[in-house]
């Protein structure tokens, strides 16, 4: 059974809503799934997971969160764990149209890892935004 990591950071709750939906839809797929938040994960943990979600919104000026989320990913792509890793990333956003995710997918891509999919969704997610989190979800599961 594949094991998947969701990993997320969310400060008023709506990165939080969709992680709870990868989860699901990693679940309904198949997938061994374990959700953190990122303050309880440790780079060291990632070998033990065949695939990862990770999720964060669009924070500072387009940038991941700094105090937790942006130390963790950078650390991730330091220690080459995420090398040949299957990635999906998600996240929530409110005024910039999903610009932090385009640079936080070309990270992934650059850190040798098989970026899967990319779902964002601005504010708090709706029924859509549940549903495309979920596909998300089945889709990290499938690639693991
Ligand atoms: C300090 C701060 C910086 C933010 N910077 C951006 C940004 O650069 N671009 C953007 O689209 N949204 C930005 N946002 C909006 C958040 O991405 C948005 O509110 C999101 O839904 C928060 O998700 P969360 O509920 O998971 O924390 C910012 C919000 C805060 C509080």
Known sequence: MAKVAVVYWSGTGNTQKMAEAVVEGAK??????????VDSFSVDQIDGFDGLALGCPSMGAEELEEGSYEPFFAAAVDSGKLSGKPVVLFGSWGWGAGAWMETWSERTKEAGANLVDTFIVE???DDEGIEGSKKL???IAGAC
């Open 28 to 37: 309904g797929a198949g997938a061994d799934v374990e959700c953190f938040e």
């Open 123 to 125: 504010n708090e997610p």
């Open 137 to 139: 979800g089945a889709a």
